[in-house]
């Protein structure tokens, strides 16, 4: 096990998500939520992984209220990094893969090798917020089509 911080995310109905900060800039997002309460940070360890993105929390030097819980032994399959996709915005038929560890090459991929994959973004902290409410609550998200975080299968 690594020790990494845990952070209490607040979303919407007084409830908090919880995560996991890889390197300040990427973070999982475990798929578990609480009232005002919380939860012991060893019962969220317990849980899978929702997802995983980078998130920009300079923009606009916003106060985001993200709680660090503090460091914490996480299970490895809390720090797996996932690959992304990328997918071209204007012609939208070509996509390639990123992979870790670094993302630093793009590997030509069919449609269908993406299916399942989170797009390689960096959301704002409001991005990912709006995604777990949705998520946890059934929300309507504010940028479903603007910022459409998976492939479909059609």
């Known amino acids: ?12 109905n007084s409830a908090y998500a919880y995560g996991v900060n890889l390197d300040n800039t990427l973070f999982t997002v475990i798929d578990i939520y609480s009232s005002f ?3 012991p940070v060893p019962e969220i360890l ?3 992984i929702l997802l995983t993105n980078a998130v920009h929390m300079d923009i606009g030097k916003k ?13 490895t399959d809390l720090l797996k990094l996932p690959t992304f996709y990328m997918q071209d915005t204007i012609t939208k ?3 390639h893969l990123v992979k870790p560890p670094l993302y630093d090459q793009m590997l030509k991929a069919a449609k269908n090798e993406c299916i399942g994959l989170e797009r390689m973004v960096v959301m704002s902290p409001d991005h990912l917020v709006d995604r ?8 309507k998200m504010k940028w479903p ?3 459409p975080f998976w492939v479909d299968s059609k």
Request: hydrophobic share 40%.
């Open 93 to 95: 038929t070509n996509f």
């Open 132 to 139: 777990l409410n949705n998520h946890f609550f059934g929300k």
């Open 37 to 39: 309460k919380g939860i």
């Open 46 to 48: 317990k849980n899978k």
């Open 63 to 75: 106060d985001y209220s993200w709680i660090s819980l503090g460091k914490y032994d996480v299970p």
């Open 1 to 12: 096990m690594i020790q990494r911080e845990i952070i209490k995310i607040p979303i919407a």
């Open 145 to 147: 089509e603007s910022l």
